[in-house]
């Protein structure tokens, strides 16, 4: 099993920066393969926002466009997420998500609200 606590939501105007983060607790530390982000606005699907191995190969959805880093602490099983140039349609509750041993598991979410 792997638990996952995000913490860093928040309000904030266009154009500012918010750091998310999320840690994991799992019995066999140091053992998830990917961690990442996803994000849902109201009424909408989830969307992958952005991912990392453990090897530190990343990806990112297009929207991001440059704005968003995400990097992760292996030894702490912490992933975070660096958001900066906030836009309005950037706003959505934010999820943690990690992939172990083929098994997908997320955090509660944290609500990010970026006003114009």
């Known amino acids: 099993q792997v638990q996952l606590v995000e913490s860093g939501g928040g309000v904030v105007q266009a154009g500012g920066s918010l750091r998310l983060s999320c840690v994991a607790s799992?019995?066999?530390?140091?053992?998830?393969?990917?961690m990442g982000w996803y994000r849902q606005a109201p009424g909408k699907k989830r969307e992958m926002v952005a991912g990392i191995t453990r090897g530190g190969v990343t990806n990112y959805a297009d929207f991001v466009a440059g704005r968003f880093t995400i990097s992760r602490d292996n030894a702490k099983d912490m992933v975070s997420l660096q958001m900066n140039s906030l836009k309005p349609e950037d706003t959505a509750l934010y999820y943690c998500?990690?992939?172990?041993?083929?098994?997908?598991?997320w955090g509660q979410g944290t609500q990010v609200t970026v006003s114009s």
């Open positions: 998500n990690a992939i172990r041993l083929l098994q997908g598991y």
């Open positions: 799992t019995s066999i530390p140091s053992t998830i393969d990917v």
